[in-house]
């Protein structure tokens, strides 16, 4: 589902990103984790079309993102770092301009805002502007609107950080659901005990290189995965 | 700590007029900038220092002096007006890092005196464009009492003071009742439009207010003394008169203590209590499918509606050729006889020409809109999610370009129709005005878009900044203008020949320069946007 290969991301004189393959498949969720400043963020926004790199390839379902980016792109869904959405529209008109853009249909879409809108609890708050949402409410919309277009591929930047404890229960649960039904999740995070709960798989970044990467059984092995990452970090 | 907090504010001043992105600017370009904005003072310092040389040269020796400085001090005060009413709104109540500076162990006195310190700056600049040449021009043309200089210099120091304290007050005010609004904008927007109207129709009728300009030998402003204030200033500088500087000083000094006592006591109050709008409540409806490109546009629409700053900087040229339009409708039939009056004067039918300045007033309005010229500044935090969409960057430029056309087209058309109606020209002529004008919107919309994909600002707290500071902005009103005046000059020779030549001319160069633009969006400018904010 997404393939990288030899990606390579320099920043005037820093390497960013240094010869960083990696391989996710179809059903796999995928924890993305390392210091902050490790090149997890210019790895994912690379991913996703939104950074240039300088050397390697990315595949999502087999196609490259340097040769078609849209059709990568209509096969992922991105939730950044911060949920900065169009403040000044309301919750329920991004979530119809992401529709559109995606071309979900009318009856699929109403389905799908009611269903996610109910189970996040913001249903009420739908004909607010965006401006009046707090970062949670944000948040949640953000993930409302990468779930609405059923993505095959779904990448996420720190998910967790802003949501209440039942969102992210929610989230989690959601994002089972997903790699269940063939899709396949890869997002950073830096709450370990989440990735160590959730993800089958696991990949650890330190400046810019991929340190380990692989099952997260064989990873973690009997220690706990944060354990392992203070072993290796430091 | 107040000197840092100056220090900062001065230095973003300072990047907002300079800086055109987060990219520090060459040396170059801050230079060019440098000399576009000195160029532009000097311009205004020569036209009111002509003009008010002119008037020095008239009224003092007739011993109306006192009007010369009246009819400055009343320009400056409406200059300082104009320029601050809206920004401090902006710049002191809505401020973007006004909790992060209240956060911090800075006492809020010191937060509210800065960002005034700031205003009260650029009040001083646009002050000195009106002052400086009426106080230099008189004394060329007459002559300063020793007294009267003091009172010239004293009253240059208190003029921006006072405009400050009321435009600070009504900013309050707008502010408020904007936050207890549903829809800001409207308010805001009306308001604002208001305030404008007020103002043409002031400055319209100044001399049926305030005096004759007719010529030299009626020259007259002696209805300023009506204002008080203004004749004050005008006595005590060319009179010397200490009772009338004393009367200005504390009609001055009085408000704007009071004013700033009370904004600064009640600077967190303001900026903190969140005064909440009525709640809109969802109603669950299948909402209709719209086509990327629709969606896209509607967006823009969006955007552009629901920020009065947006509407009131990138649509002026929309608002003032609406309201122009239906002043010259009320003034039919003095325009009407000014043409009929033209024509016997020159001996030649001049109202055959009315279509051609008509289409030249829709030009030159038009070409004051630059509503896609910040469209890429005002993503900002958002762009990832135009650059993270499965859509090209062509498409998603084709729609900002789209929703600027949509904008301006039925005002503009609205507009001229009015004007051909107010001043009876035939109905072909009418609609190559139109089309001619129309042609002009289309060009704004692929200029602007141009200038905003090569020079985006994304280094703004308050979208204010993006609307209205920034190359892309300052290029796309100041080129548009230059075009729309290269486009007239030309049409004014081909219209000798035919006026319908010209407006064929105006329709094709605008039509093969938008082409072109078009050209460059869809093969060069994919990369670019894909890239921008790296």
Redesign the interface.
């Known amino acids: 589902m997404l393939n990288i290969s030899h990606l390579t991301k320099t920043y005037g004189e820093k390497k960013a990103v240094d010869d960083l393959s990696l391989h996710i498949k179809p059903g796999e969720m995928y924890a993305f984790i390392g210091h902050n400043g490790a090149g997890k963020t210019t790895t994912i926004k690379s991913c996703?079309?939104?950074?240039?790199f300088d050397d390697g390839d990315i595949y999502i379902d087999g196609i490259s993102i340097k040769d078609d980016?849209?059709?990568?792109?209509?096969r992922?869904a991105?939730i950044?770092d911060?949920p900065?959405?169009?403040e000044?529209?309301?919750g329920?008109?991004y979530l119809?301009?992401v529709?559109?853009?995606?071309?979900?249909?009318?009856?699929e879409?109403?389905e799908k805002v009611?269903k996610y809108a109910d189970m996040f609890e913001i249903?009420?708050?739908?004909?607010?502007p965006i401006s009046s949402y707090s970062h949670g409410m944000k948040q949640k919309l953000a993930i409302i609107s990468a779930l609405i277009h059923s993505p095959k591929l779904l990448i996420m930047d720190e998910p967790f950080v802003g949501l209440d404890p039942k969102a992210a229960f929610l989230l989690k649960e959601e994002m089972k659901k997903l790699c269940e039904a063939g899709g396949a999740i890869f997002f950073s995070t830096h709450v370990l005990e989440v990735a160590e709960k959730i993800c089958n798989k696991i990949a650890i970044i330190k400046n810019g290189k991929l340190i380990v990467s692989g099952d997260m059984e064989e990873v973690k092995g009997d220690e706990s995965l944060e354990s392992v990452f203070l072993e290796l970090e430091g | 700590m107040f000197k840092t907090l100056l220090k900062s504010r001065f230095a973003a001043l300072g990047a907002s007029l300079t800086q055109r992105s987060k990219k520090r600017n060459s040396n170059g370009t801050k230079v060019l900038l440098i000399i576009l904005f000195a160029f532009l003072g000097v311009y205004f310092v020569a036209a009111f220092g002509m003009m008010f040389f002119g008037f020095s040269a008239v009224l003092y020796p007739r011993g109306d002096g006192w009007q010369v400085f009246a009819l400055a001090s009343l320009i400056a005060s409406a200059l300082c007006m104009f320029g601050s009413i809206f920004t401090t709104k902006t710049q002191i109540f809505e401020s973007g890092d006004n909790e992060l500076l209240l956060s911090m162990p800075i006492p809020p006195r010191y937060i509210f005196f800065s960002r005034m310190a700031i205003l009260l700056l650029v009040n001083y600049g646009l002050e000195a464009l009106v002052m400086l040449p009426a106080m230099i021009a008189y004394g060329i043309a007459g002559r300063y009492s020793v007294l009267g200089f003091l009172f010239a210099i004293l009253t240059f120091i208190l003029i921006p003071m006072l405009t400050l304290a009321l435009s600070s007050l009504i900013g309050w005010v707008i502010s408020i009742i904007a936050s207890k609004m549903r829809n800001k904008t409207i308010v805001t927007t009306i308001l604002f439009v208001v305030f404008f109207a007020f103002y043409f129709y002031f400055v319209m009728n100044m001399g049926a207010f305030f005096g004759n300009m007719e010529d030299e030998a009626s020259l007259d402003f002696s209805g300023l003394k009506n204002t008080y204030i203004f004749y004050w200033i005008g006595d005590a500088i060319a009179n010397a008169n200490a009772l009338s500087f004393l009367f200005f000083a504390l009609a001055a000094i009085i408000p704007s203590a009071i004013t700033f006592y009370i904004l600064n006591r009640s600077f967190v109050k303001i900026v903190t209590t969140k005064r909440s709008a009525a709640k809109i409540k969802y109603k669950e409806r299948k909402e209709k499918q719209n086509s990327v490109y629709v969606a896209l546009t509607k967006k823009e629409i969006n955007r552009f509606f629901t920020s009065s700053a947006y509407i009131m900087n990138a649509g002026t040229g929309n608002i003032m050729m609406i309201i122009l339009a239906v002043v010259a409708s009320f003034n039919r039939e003095s325009l009407m006889m000014a043409v009929s009056g033209l024509s016997s004067e020159l001996s030649v039918d001049v109202s055959k020409y009315v279509p051609v300045v008509i289409a030249f007033f829709g030009i030159f309005m038009s070409s004051m809109n630059f509503i896609t010229a910040p469209s890429i500044s005002l993503e900002n935090k958002n762009l990832w999610i135009l650059q993270s969409s499965p859509v090209r960057p062509y498409t998603i430029l084709n729609a900002k370009i789209s929703a600027d056309i949509i904008i301006c087209t039925p005002l503009t058309v609205i507009s001229i129709i009015i004007l051909c109606i107010a001043l009876g020209t035939p109905f072909v002529p009418s609609l190559l005005s139109i089309l001619v004008t129309v042609s002009m919107v289309v060009f704004g919309g692929y200029f602007g878009m141009f200038m905003g994909l090569k020079f985006p600002k994304f280094d703004w707290q308050n979208e204010n900044v993006a609307v209205k500071q920034g190359f892309a902005v300052f290029g796309a009103m100041f080129g548009g203008m230059l075009w729309s005046i290269i486009l007239i000059v030309a049409s004014v020779f081909l219209s000798m020949i035919s006026p319908y030549l010209a407006f064929a001319a105006i329709i094709v160069v605008n039509a093969v320069i938008c082409l072109l633009f078009n050209a460059y969006f869809k093969n060069g400018a994919e990369k670019e946007f894909r890239l921008l904010k790296q």
């Open positions: 996703c079309g939104l950074l240039d980016p849209i059709e990568c792109k209509k992922i991105y950044p911060n900065d959405l169009y000044f529209m309301s329920i008109k119809n301009f529709g559109d853009i995606y071309g979900v249909k009318k009856d879409r109403f009611k249903t009420n708050d739908l004909a607010q």
